[in-house]
């Protein structure tokens, strides 16, 4: 079984602040996921991590694939009220369709 | 295109009483999964399919079962609830060839 460990559970920060969420994982992933839920909805795929070292950047937000593709990074960057939400990283195994979420990040931006 | 449907938003059931969670897709995707979300737990994954008439088991799939008759839809059936099956249900789809799954709105299940 595929675990990944996601930390901080929670993270309550200010408006201009910025905060890095972990994603670790023993295990090797073809690919790896980066997630944002609103309450009462669905999680929407924000970026997909594919190479070894790759970094994606999403306005604001950067992301990290580990070198071994074992473990990801997410960096805000000057966080605002909007960023607040569940973040969720997933990984997907050699078993297509199947993918392994981490426990979430509950993060508050406060104004 | 209306993306993955999921019916009904909230149920409350009585320990032992058995209902089907509806789960509809309308982008011709092969592969849907049915998780469930509780806190601190992330998404667990109960079963999926790669295909009409192929299914198979995730993390937790006790007291669950599914079938897939049809590309579009994906059943989860609950056929004697517990109280430990109190969650939040979300079933999610995505295409052979693309990376990114697309979930419901979900279903909150409460059992008494």
């Known amino acids: 079984t595929q675990l990944l460990e996601q930390s901080p559970q929670f993270l309550s920060i200010q408006e201009g602040e910025n905060l890095t969420v972990y994603c670790n994982s023993s295990s090797v992933f073809s690919s790896l996921q980066w997630y944002r839920q609103e309450p009462g909805e669905g999680p929407v795929l924000l970026v997909t991590?594919?190479?070894?070292?790759e970094v994606k950047k999403l306005k604001r937000l950067t992301f990290q694939f580990g070198d071994a593709r074992k473990d990801s990074s997410l960096h805000i960057t000057a966080a605002q009220p909007g960023d607040t939400g569940l973040y969720l990283c997933?990984?997907?195994?050699?078993?297509?369709?199947?993918?392994?979420f981490g426990q979430g990040t509950i993060l508050t931006v406060h104004p | 295109n209306a993306g993955v449907t999921q019916t009904p938003k909230f149920q409350v059931l009585k320990t032992g009483q058995s209902m089907t969670l509806q789960c509809a897709q309308d982008?011709?995707?092969?592969?849907m999964s049915w998780y469930r979300q509780d806190p601190g737990m992330g998404l667990r994954l109960i079963h999926y399919s790669v295909g009409a008439g192929i299914t198979d088991q995730g993390e937790v799939p006790n007291g669950y079962n599914v079938s897939r008759s049809t590309t579009e839809d994906f059943p989860l059936r609950l056929l004697s609830a517990a109280p430990s099956q109190t969650s939040v249900y979300f079933c999610?789809?995505?295409?052979?060839?693309?990376?990114?799954?697309?979930f419901g709105p979900g279903t909150r299940l409460t059992v008494l």
């Open positions: 991590v594919v190479t070894g070292g």
């Open positions: 997933a990984g997907r195994g050699t078993s297509y369709g199947k993918l392994t």
């Open positions: 999610a789809s995505n295409g052979r060839y693309y990376n990114e799954q697309f």
């Open positions: 982008m011709n995707h092969e592969y």
